[in-house]
């Protein structure tokens, strides 16, 4: 009896995980998400996701927090690799050539609607790239953005100063708006995070790219080494720039602390923090695009959504469905507005437009005119790798201990060189 | 008797070890089919130097938690073994810390080590040493690391040290006091040759405790400055969560793996006093 129960209870419980992930009550279609990030990007999700299911009885997405972009990422590969993964997930722009080379994405330009979803062109996968012109449309994009500077407006006017539109008014800005009592900084000027995407925006604006014309790693040669030393000389020579603690994304949350708390008058993050920044400062903040040397440039960053070439077709189906109602023009326009992610479609940034929401919020009106200023990513299945173990690691040894910037480049090259 | 035993063992330790092995000879990424490689992965963390400058820093860091917790529970056990209201306040209080998550922990130091607004920093600007980055310093932060688990973990050497002491018979010590025996004296031949087994046991878990060290660093530093606080176990997360390195990370795992054995039974054999004469 007890062993005839068992079995009932396991051929039940087979049943049932072999009715999930393809249908739920009512007949819905289910599609799973796995997404990254908390906090409010995670409550105007979930809210999305919520009107998505109400507004229509054919699907259901079911979405599960998963950490952030590096742990959902773990997380997905890992369940890729167990036969386990979510229908769909959105993953940083990095990371995609890799993915599609690895063959776990769904190409996405057969489904119904994909060749019109009106993206802004220097969001959509082709503008967010170069090289990629002959690839399939393997992602939709989702929380795009770009750094911004973040500026303490009383402090910048207490010391009569506007936003830096050159590096060497960023530095000069920087000493001006450090304060200090005796040895202790009381507030620093300027502050970074000590990562990637911020050092390859002073890559390109230093004139820099990361590949030659080749296609081999350069780090931008001369570019990269002046990107280096502008931070050197931020934080060992004038002493301006704090270089926060921890790294990845502590190092990012940290820096938005210090600007809150009125620990640093400037500081570069993402346009993602911008409604954050707002909210929660008890001083006004003021956007500005970030300086430039040569010319002003930004990377693009934030995620795609994109779905997995190994979910059932009825998911995919489901999923695609939800792609297509998340670039219609209110979502696209809501997630953009309650976050600080930059609009991705051209209707919803229209829209805006028209409605006046650039003059009621200048600081989106800043968020959105850097765009033009949008350099493209390689589209290098390496370029992850470059990222991961050429860049990364050596980034903090040389700003920290101030190490001769062209010698780190070169370096750099060479082990990219090398393999 | 023992097949419940063998089948957990095998399930939990051997079978994951072997796989560890086998993975450690491959080239591979979870997403596409694993490469043969060799001892290519092993080869590669030898030339590039990375295992050296891993291990040397988990050697290190191993060294100071390993002798101050030690040292440290034994003295608060040995000033603690006696009744008393303060005293048990003190001994829960001091344990106290060692039953709270290292994610709380770690936070809560991350505030009071802050380079510009923590308590420790305002310290040492009082004594004229200037800013000092007890996390952002290299040539600081894995001490700073080492010195917060030793904070953590010394109530566990003291609770462990307090139940050997409560073995170590009163008549022996009351015999060498009418001997002319000194507090010290009494200490030295006395109790520490009855404590040897609780020193090793002691030794061996603090030794297990610091090369596991991972919450601290993740949140902490997350293995930073320039490296300084990557230990062994946070780079094996590193290469195959962040770098998806599967191959290297599980040769990063057979290696953590020896090292750890031979220290364990290495310290096993000393503490015992060199042949099993505990």
Redesign the interface.
Known sequence: MRGSSRRAFVAGASLALAGCGRAVGGGRQRATLWFAYGGKNREVLLSLVARFNASQARYQVTPTYQGDY??CL?KT??A??AGVAPTFTHVVGEVRP??AG???LEPLDDYPGASTLGLVPALSQRGSYTGADDQPLWAVPFNRSTPLLYCNAAALDAAALSPPESWDELVAAASRLTTRD????TRWGYEVPIDWWFFCASLAQAGGSLLDATGSLSLGGDAGARALRLWQRLIHDERSM??P????Y?AWQATNQDFLAG?AAMVCTSTAFLRYMEENARFSVRAARLAGLVRRAVPTGGTFFTVLRGAPPAEKEAAWAFLRFMCETPQAIEWATRTGYLPVTEDAVATLRRSGHYERSPNDAVAQAQLGDAVGWPWSREL??VQ??IVT?RL??AV??NLDAARVIADARREAAAG | MLGPSVLVLATFFVAPLALAVRDSLTSWDLLSPPVYVGLANYARLVASGELAALVGRTLQFALVVVSLSMSLGLALALALNRPGRLVAFVRSAVFSAYVVSWVSVALLWMWLLDADQGVFAAGARALGLGRVGFLTDPGVARLTLAVVTVWKITGFSMVVFLVGLQDVPRDLLEAASLDGAGAWARFRHVTWPLLRPTAAFVGTTSLIASFQAFDVVRVMTQGGPVKATTLLVYAIYEQVFLDLRVGRASALTVVFFALLSGLSMLQLWLMRGRGGRA
Do not use: K, S
Not at chain 1, 182 to 185: D, E, I, L, R
Not at chain 1, 245 to 248: A, C, I, M, S, Y
């Open positions: 590096f742990e773990a590969r890992t890729i690799y890799y993915l690895a063959g776990v005796g040895a202790h900084t704090r270089p603690p921890g790294r990845d502590n620990r992850f790798r991961r173990e690691p903090e040894a920290l201990q």
